[in-house]
């Protein structure tokens, strides 16, 4: 099965969940410059966060990264995590779940 969105085309602010159903979570982020997520965490994930355009202010618990559009960054869910945009910002978030102790003797 092939599943295809437009990113533009998905309307929910600020976080637009691409393929609900589907495995690994992907998330379109757009935040107005000044805006901020609250910090949260998702303790069972891997994280890839791909900015498409702005500057972020990448907050992992509590330590700030600067993230300019182009930008990858890959962390660990566990972290407390709060992105702040620099800018208008949007970036596609990919949260995949962590291997379990069987997966990684593979």
Request: aromatic content about 2%; hydrophobic content about 35%; overall charge negative.
């Amino acid at each position: 099965m092939v599943l295809i969105k437009s990113l533009q085309e998905l309307d929910r602010k600020p976080h637009a969940n691409a393929f609900p159903s589907e495995e690994p979570k992907t998330i379109r982020l757009t935040l107005s410059e000044g805006e901020h997520v609250e910090p949260h965490s998702h303790p069972d994930r891997n994280i890839v966060l791909y900015l498409i355009s702005g500057t972020l202010e990448l907050r992992l618990d509590g330590e700030p990264h600067q993230v300019s559009e182009g930008d990858v960054v890959h962390f660990d869910g566990a972290q407390d995590i709060s992105p702040v945009a620099k800018s208008d910002s949007t970036a596609l978030l990919v949260l995949a779940s962590k291997p379990t102790s069987s997966e990684k003797d593979v």
